[in-house]
């Protein structure tokens, strides 16, 4: 069974750093693109960030480009999120989000879901 | 930037009603598009891929039509399981996400 469990999130002041962890389970974690996907409280998804599977191409939304990074470790079967110069409005639960290939000219589709961790920050 | 707009933002039906979502693109995506329904406190689930393809362990109730710039996601007969956010999503491109249409109880 393809398990995503996601840790780190908390209480954050304004400005102030986190890092979030994934572990992924029940798949063949080197294989696969990952994402980091966020949902604001009573909002939509938003799309944050995407790892290659050999963590060799990022790409990150216009709203955190600068501040966020994503990184990977094939052997420990993790992914990571690091947060800096946080602002209100990155308060979201987060979500680690599985890569599918798409068998296309396009990019992996979201199969598989973490049950999330929420981030606010606020002083 | 492609942009995904869904409507309705709500959506009010009854238990055995056939019900329509629908997404638009802002170009064309192909077919690169999924559905997801969430539920309160959790994750999205993945439905339908490639605009038609169900995905596995997904009722046959659920369907999806279109390519290009316009799309739909059918519920032929609505079960109670049913009642939750829908959102579409493009991966032509990145990812972008509709809205979301919430279907509650009539």
């Not at chain 1, 938003?46 to 709203?63: H, R």
């Amino acid at each position: 069974e393809v398990q995503l469990v996601e840790s780190g999130g908390g209480l954050v002041q304004p400005g102030g750093s986190l890092r979030l962890s994934c572990v992924g389970s029940g798949f063949t974690f080197s294989t696969y693109e990952m994402n980091w996907v966020r949902q604001a409280p009573g909002k939509g998804l938003e799309w944050v960030s995407y790892i290659s599977s050999s963590g060799e191409t990022k790409y990150y939304a216009d709203s955190v480009k600068g501040r966020f990074t994503i990184s990977r470790d094939n052997a420990k079967n993790s992914l990571y999120l690091q947060f800096n110069s946080l602002r209100a409005e990155d308060t979201a639960v987060y979500y680690c989000v599985r890569g599918e290939y798409c068998g296309g000219n396009c990019f992996p589709y979201p199969d598989y879901w973490g049950q999330g961790t929420l981030v606010t920050v606020s002083s | 930037d492609i942009q995904m707009t869904q409507s309705p933002s709500t959506l009010s039906a009854s238990v055995g009603d056939r019900v329509t979502i629908t997404c638009r693109a802002s170009q064309s995506i192909s077919r690169w598009l999924a559905w997801y329904q969430q539920k309160p406190g959790k994750a999205p689930k993945l439905l339908i891929y490639k605009a038609s393809s169900l995905e596995s362990g997904v009722p046959s109730r659920f369907s999806g039509s279109g390519s290009g710039t316009e799309f739909t996601l059918t519920i032929s007969s609505l079960q109670p399981d049913d009642f939750a956010t829908y959102y579409c999503q493009q991966y032509n491109n990145y990812w972008t996400f509709g809205q979301g249409t919430k279907v509650e109880i009539k």
